[in-house]
């Protein structure tokens, strides 16, 4: 990693408040080179508290484009960090309306030449998307890194749904930290010591847990959420009406550990070649100049700044010259929880679907064999959306393919894979729910099994997404689905494993019933990989990873023995599993102007082997924020627990918030959601 000093532009930043139509303001930090000329500005809006939250990283990226002339914002979104309002909606920060206005006025300033781009990583990719869905004249690029694409149906994947199923780990989990991260008060050292309080007091009373404004629905109903106006996403036509309405260039970003990494493929299908480019790296979810594992990292921001400098300045870059998607085909590597570097070759393809890519049909062998796995099968699934720490990775596999039906293949020559395999399965079921869970492994000479990819279908999603139907139990049928996209290279000599699973906990929540798993038919039974030819692109470079100076935050343990990042618990005697998961980093960040931040986060996810409705998760979260020199603390507490019953999911959340000893705030919230379809 390069640390960059010297620039183009000297730079100078400032904190503002930005006017929306309703009265709100937004606190935001723009940084901008020290020129009389107006430049162009590139906007990252998020939920996640810029002064404190994402400040390190802030740091990287915002005076780097500014001192190669731009001015680089940052905004809180309503209701979050510094800003006013109060956080609201299933998607908190990522409703288009407000960050809408914020180009509207980034546009009109006089320092700015009226041509704006967004960017941003996970939900700031996504927000960037739904802007651009909108259309808003100023909006010229947008650069979306490990999103959702928000244009396309949620109900597939989009970490709170896999594959038509609740998502434990992506719903239940993602919903107790959002309530202990809403319920964060704004900063007295930005806001001024006699606002804050009342700010977060108004806050907090808007506050709700994110389950409570997203249900447990998967079918087409009023309740959907879309990416905007019109139907739910449900509606093929809406869409695809809402491909077509942006018009902004996209250079959408993924990577191959990151499990929105479908959305490249889809957005360079869907989007007019002449604006759009796709890149897809082994990476897991982060920007991918920051060097976390896996690598290797790239100079991402020389790679964005060739973007925004052709269509913001219309310079000729050659950011067009590049193939429409650049994709790293990784090499086989031995199963890890973490790799600092994974190796490979990229590989260009200037349409998608590629030409370069066949379909190659493996079909199973066998007689008629029972799937019915241990409800803990996928306590080895590794996180749902690592983020280059030590213990994300899925370990070896062999554990839970002795859990699942295996199907072997030779692999007589080096066979590369890139895009999303298929898996068609000739199922008979007894009972009108279930779900069936594929995993794509590499196994080497030595037995060890490396998960290369997975998929999953609820049963009675298999009509398509936001269509229920039952099984008729029974009956046999011959069921489809899509693996997540993958770029991999099989070694001969290795064989390729097919693992079918009926369980896959918790990154899916268990239907009633399911322990009666299904029977699994071989003949009629086919994996198809989608083979690509065996030509990497040498003309495929990146510049060497360079940031700007890091911020100065400093990091302190707790006095505590560090908990293991994640624990997989088995009670013998009561057949019970649960799986420990520590989802932050742990720890107090002090950052240079005093303000000291604590986070300590715990989630625990228990079940039976042989009973699905005992699935339950539990999940704790303590946050203290300090400032010595005010003096200033506030602390947030969260507990929220979630299990279910032949009907419902029955949750329960309850909220402490306080200033210093006093107790601001204390809610506690029990609802139960009706298990619709899932």
């Known amino acids: 990693m390069h640390i960059r000093t010297s620039f183009p532009y000297e730079t100078t930043h400032e904190d503002v408040l930005v006017p929306l139509p309703d009265g709100t303001r937004l606190y935001a930090r723009i940084w901008r080179p020290l020129t009389e000329e107006p430049v162009p500005a590139l906007l990252e809006y998020l939920p996640y508290r810029l002064t404190d939250g994402t400040a390190p990283r802030d740091r990287q990226r915002h005076p780097w484009y500014a001192g190669h002339g731009y001015a680089s914002v940052r905004v809180d979104a309503r209701g979050h960090g510094n800003s006013e309002g109060v956080p609201g909606g299933a998607y908190p920060g990522a409703d288009p309306d407000d960050a809408v206005e914020v180009v509207s006025w980034l546009a009109a300033q006089p320092w700015c030449t009226g041509r704006v781009g967004m960017f941003g990583i996970a939900w700031g990719g996504l927000l960037s998307l739904r802007v651009a869905a909108r259309a808003p004249g100023p909006l010229k690029a947008v650069v979306t890194v490990c999103s959702a694409d928000g244009l396309h149906d949620p109900y597939e994947n989009d970490a709170h749904r896999v594959g038509g199923s609740v998502s434990a780990v992506g719903t239940y989990a993602r919903s107790a930290a959002r309530l202990a991260f809403a319920a964060r008060p704004p900063d007295p050292a930005h ?70 990494r479908d959305a490249v493929l889809r957005l360079v299908r869907k989007l007019p070649a002449d604006r759009v480019r796709g890149l897809i790296g082994p990476w897991s979810r982060q920007y991918p100049d920051r060097d976390l594992p896996p690598g290797p990292a790239i100079g991402f921001l020389q790679e964005t700044l060739r973007w925004w400098d052709h269509w913001l300045k219309e310079e000729d870059t050659g950011a067009l010259s590049v193939p429409l998607l650049r994709s790293y085909v990784m090499d086989a590597h031995p199963p890890a929880t973490v790799y600092p570097r ?51 990775l899925p370990p070896d596999q062999r554990e839970e393919d002795a859990r699942s039906a295996c199907f072997e293949f030779e692999v007589p020559e080096e066979t590369w894979v890139l895009g999303r395999p298929r898996v068609s399965l000739r199922l008979t079921s007894t009972v009108p729910g279930g779900q069936v869970i594929a995993r794509l492994c590499d196994v080497a000479p030595d037995g060890a099994s490396t998960l290369v990819t997975r998929g999953a279908l609820n049963l009675s999603a298999r009509r398509g997404p936001g269509r229920t139907a039952p099984w008729s139990p029974g009956t046999t049928e011959n069921v489809v689905l899509d693996l997540n996209a993958i770029g991999y290279a099989f070694p001969a000599g290795h064989r390729i494993r097919l693992g079918v699973s009926s369980a896959y906990w918790p990154w899916i929540w268990p239907e009633p019933g399911s322990e009666a798993g299904f029977t699994l038919e071989p003949i009629g039974s086919v994996l198809e990989l989608p083979v690509r030819a065996r030509e990497s692109d040498p003309s495929i470079t990146f510049a060497e990873p360079e940031e700007s100076e890091p911020l100065g935050v400093t990091v302190s343990a707790t006095l505590d023995e560090p908990r293991p990042q994640r624990l997989v618990v088995r009670d013998v005697a009561a057949g019970t599993w649960s799986l420990e998961v520590t989802p932050g980093p742990g720890g107090t960040r002090v950052h240079p102007d005093g303000l000291a931040c604590t986070e300590e986060g715990l989630e625990t996810y228990t079940i039976e082997s042989s009973d699905p409705l005992s699935a339950r998760t539990r999940s704790t979260w303590s946050i203290r924020l300090h400032r010595p020199d005010l003096p200033w603390e506030a602390r947030v507490e969260t507990v929220s627990v979630v299990s279910c019953d032949a009907r419902d999911f029955i949750t329960s959340d309850e909220l402490v918030c306080k200033d210093g000893d006093e107790v601001v705030f204390h809610r506690t919230w029990e609802k139960r959601i009706p298990r619709t379809s899932a």
């Open 342 to 392: 994974i190796a490979g070759r990229w590989v260009g393809d200037p349409v998608w679907p590629s030409p370069s890519v066949t379909p190659v049909a493996y079909a199973l062998q066998g007689a008629p064999l029972p799937v019915r796995s241990p409800q803990h099968t996928g306590v080895d699934a590794g996180r749902l959306v690592p983020f280059g720490d030590d213990a994300d």
């Open 191 to 260: 806001v001024g010591e006699g606002m804050w309080r009342d700010m977060w007091e108004r806050r907090l009373e808007a506050v709700l847990p994110s389950t409570h404004t997203r249900p447990a629905h998967r079918t087409e109903d009023a309740h959907a959420p879309g990416p905007g106006p019109g139907p739910g996403p449900g509606h093929q036509d809406s869409v695809d009406e809402e491909y077509g309405a942006v018009r902004a260039a996209v250079l959408a970003v993924g990577g191959w550990h990151d499990p929105h």
